[in-house]
């Protein structure tokens, strides 16, 4: 059969660029197509235009010349082309510049996963493509990977350096090891000191080479299968549910702190392996990523790549190339990690599924959870999604029978559940936020060689500084938000804005030199306790202690090997850690959560609660849990002590349900920021307009936002809400292109949240 032939002069390219328009831009072909032309390609059939889909090229667009990528073609002249025609009159059209890849960097799959993107997060479709691509490949690198450099022998035989180097073993080691095969520079580097390399480069009897990358899939042949442990009744029944899925099949495996799912989903993963298919492994956190490698690599052998935010721009995309080429089984990455494409897909995993972290919180606002989810179905391969305390969301579907519902109400091994306390602080002398109970508590436990964890929400020194004579209060005009002390670096920090500055000596309003702090931070409560307990390490766990690339492992690592015996921290202090010496675990401030105008408020309470929980009595010693309140009555807090958070989740969801908000309902955010509060409300006022016409939607404000101002800017939002997620979409959709017409849309910052989960 001949292949059509297509004419180059009335070829159009759809192409996607990335720009604040929700559209797709025409263009012709380069203007050089010659068959030898490796830049710009020969067009001459529609099976040579097809293989131009997915590619990147280099477009003019206005006057700066941009990266686009090529969705789709069509030919104006082909009487029974179905394909969009051009929206664009053909003397006015531009050619592309060049194309930059002789192969898709998007392959099908993956520009129908970027469409359906663009359309259920209202997100322009080119600046969704560019999202999707590792940063090295939006500033242009090439798509293959880059030539590797090795070290080469340059001595024909070993046993002659035997005498000459005697004198220097280790330079005689890496010659042995040279003779054997050549070796990746990179690696000599970790096993040999650069002064040894380059001895024996000055010697003359080895050389630096390059040679051209071969892409090798036989990472099958490097499974190294250890032995597995044996599972209980629970994990027996997940194991065996989950592998008998051959097709898509959504899995919530909810199991209490400490109940081994990890061992479940290195079980699951096996036979997936074994039939030469990839995993992809979610993960919310850069620190559960380096204990989460280790424990898998012991258990597979060398086949897992990394993505996260801590590698620099040629690291990521050197994995995403192995991925892509399938040089590597496993993957285990961030919420970034889920648009790197599978070269032979076989499962997704989501590890703490619940985690807000999987959520981006600026340009494109996706949940890696949920594009997980379109992705399995997609590929037509089973999803699990596992956490001991599983977001609202995921629970209802799980109960509405969407996923398929597993659970480990058991520990593992021997460990038993931690016992859950609550302490009433009404009327007690605090010493740095801490009842005298509970330290004589922690005074007993360090005697018996165990380890206690302290969680606080704020970092810090103290969260305000205020004068003592007239009670002036330090704030960020930009933000009008209270200072934070910061001893550790003296000075005092915005932590909305980022702002700092010397802590003021007297005060800026009374001249008054008895400045006081207020409220208490992770640096107040280390220094209080490494006092109280001198004869025990403290080490604070928190974004300032942690910066730096492998700090956070760094410190994990020194608490496991015992090195620290009271661990002081934030949040981070609950993200799946194993610390099998925590005997004892101290929540203080926990009524902070009670009283909050976020209807996730509890939810998110509960979830903290007990995955701090779960830090303690991981082995086999039992674990207390201390939760400082001064509203020990509280329902929320007697319910999720008395019942769990198993039963607390469901009796949230009733109340979800009676109060018509998520799951049973859904939401699309309109925020809008400027430093004019008449141009937000004029502006959000009219978008609540256009959508007012849409009969079926609840709308909700304008108000201000949970935050609302940072950066010198006002922030209000408008809350637009329907039972049919599909009607709110198409209702949305429908208003977005009139909303953006509005002349006062140029004039402030907005944008919109798909589902949202942050209301500051």
């Known amino acids: 059969m001949n292949t059509p032939v297509i004419s180059t002069a009335t070829l159009h390219f759809k192409v996607a660029v990335a720009a604040p328009l929700n559209r797709l831009f025409d263009y012709l072909p380069p203007a050089s197509t010659h068959a030898d032309d490796r830049e710009s390609g020969s067009i001459s059939s529609i099976s040579d235009a097809k293989d131009w889909i997915g590619c990147r090229v280099e477009v003019p667009f206005g006057k700066q010349m941009r990266m686009g990528i090529v969705v789709d073609f069509i030919d104006p002249d082909a009487q029974k082309d179905d394909r969009p025609k051009s929206q664009e009159k053909p003397h006015a059209l531009k050619p592309i510049k060049r194309r930059l890849d002789q192969e898709p960097v998007f392959n099908a799959q993956m520009l129908d996963f970027a469409k359906w993107l663009s359309q259920y997060y209202l997100y322009p479709i080119g600046e969704a493509l560019s999202i999707m691509l590792p940063a090295a490949l939006r500033k242009g690198a090439s798509l293959m990977p880059a030539p590797e450099t090795y070290l080469k022998k340059r001595f024909t035989d070993l046993n002659e350096l035997e005498s000459s180097l005697k004198q220097a073993k280790k330079q005689l080691g890496l010659c042995a090891r040279l003779a054997q095969a050549d070796i990746p520079l990179a690696k000599a580097k970790k096993e040999f000191s650069s002064g040894?390399?380059?001895a024996l480069i000055d010697k003359s009897l080895i050389e630096v080479v390059e040679k051209d990358y071969q892409i090798s899939r036989n990472w099958p042949q490097r499974l190294a299968f250890a032995e597995k442990f044996a599972a209980n009744?629970?994990?027996?029944?997940?194991?065996?549910?989950?592998?008998?899925?051959?097709?898509?099949?959504?899995?919530?495996?909810?199991?209490?702190t400490g109940s081994g799912k990890t061992e479940v989903y290195l079980q699951i993963i096996e036979p997936v392996l074994k039939a030469g298919k990839q995993v992809l492994i979610l993960v919310p956190e850069i620190g559960l990523t380096p204990q989460t490698v280790v424990?898998?690599?012991?258990?597979?052998?060398?086949?897992?790549?990394?993505?996260?935010?801590?590698?620099?721009?040629?690291?990521?995309?050197?994995?995403?190339?192995q991925v892509k080429d399938g040089e590597l089984g496993i993957l285990i990455g961030t919420r970034s990690s889920i648009f790197t494409p599978l070269?032979?897909?076989?499962?997704?995993?989501?590890?703490?599924?619940?985690?807000?972290?999987f959520k981006q919180q600026d340009s494109l606002r996706y949940h890696a959870r949920d594009l997980a989810v379109y992705r399995a179905k997609q590929l037509d391969i089973p999803l699990v999604m596992g956490s001991a305390t599983p977001s609202l969301e995921s629970l209802h579907n799980a109960l509405s029978g969407k996923y398929h519902h597993l659970q480990l109400t058991q520990r593992a091994a021997s460990a038993s559940m931690p016992t859950q306390l609550l302490l009433d602080i009404k009327g007690q002398a605090l010493e740095f936020g801490i009842a005298p109970g509970l330290l004589d508590k922690m005074r007993v436990q360090l005697e018996q060689g165990n380890q206690v964890l302290?969680?606080?929400?704020?970092?810090?020194?103290?969260?305000?500084?205020?004068?003592?004579?007239?009670?002036?209060?330090?704030?960020?005009q930009d933000c009008e938000n209270p200072f934070t002390l910061h001893k550790i670096s003296n000075n005092i920090q915005c932590h909305r804005c980022g702002e700092y500055k010397a802590i003021p000596k007297s005060c800026p309003s009374c001249g008054h030199h008895e400045l006081a702090t207020f409220g208490l931070g992770t640096e107040q409560i280390e220094q209080g306790l490494q006092a109280t307990f001198s004869s025990y390490s403290c080490v604070r766990i928190d974004s300032d202690s942690t910066r730096g690339k492998n700090k956070l492992n760094t410190l994990l690592n020194e608490i496991n090997a015992g090195k620290h015996q009271i661990l002081i921290g934030t949040q981070i202090l609950s993200k799946g850690h194993h610390f099998p010496n925590v005997t004892l675990a101290i929540i203080l401030n926990v009524d902070a959560s009670l009283f909050s105008a976020d209807f996730r408020a509890p939810e998110k309470l509960g979830q903290l609660i007990t995955q701090l929980s779960g830090r303690a009595g991981r082995a086999n010693k039992p674990g207390e849990v201390w939760l400082q309140t001064h509203q020990p009555q509280h329902p929320l807090l007697q319910d999720l002590i008395q019942n769990g958070f198993a039963d607390y989740a469901r009796s949230l969801l009733l109340e979800r349900k009676a109060a018509n908000l998520p799951p049973y309902e859904h939401q699309v955010l309109i925020r809008a920021e400027s430093q004019d509060i008449d141009q937000i409300l004029g502006f959000l006022n009219y978008a609540y307009g256009v959508l007012q016409q849409f009969a079926k939607l609840s709308l909700f404000g304008p108000f201000p936002c949970v935050i609302e101002k940072k950066q010198g800017r006002y922030r209000f939002m408008l809350i637009a809400q329907s039972a049919s997620r599909q009607y709110l979409h198409a209702a949305v959709s429908k208003a977005l292109p009139v909303i953006e017409n509005n002349k006062v849309s140029n004039n402030l910052r907005w944008h919109i949240d798909v589902a949202p989960l942050d209301f500051s």
């Not at 070269?343 to 972290?357: A, L, N, T």
């Open 295 to 321: 424990r898998f690599e012991k258990r597979f052998g060398p086949v897992v790549g990394v993505i996260h935010s801590a590698l620099n721009d040629k690291e990521r995309l050197r994995v995403w190339q």
């Open 343 to 357: 070269y032979k897909p076989g499962m997704i995993i989501v590890d703490e599924e619940h985690d807000e972290s």
């Open 196 to 198: 040894i390399i380059n």
């Open 233 to 256: 009744m629970e994990q027996s029944i997940a194991i065996s549910a989950i592998n008998a899925a051959t097709s898509f099949h959504a899995y919530l495996l909810e199991g209490v």
């Open 454 to 476: 302290v969680f606080v929400h704020r970092r810090g020194y103290a969260p305000a500084i205020l004068c003592h004579q007239c009670g002036y209060v330090e704030e960020c």
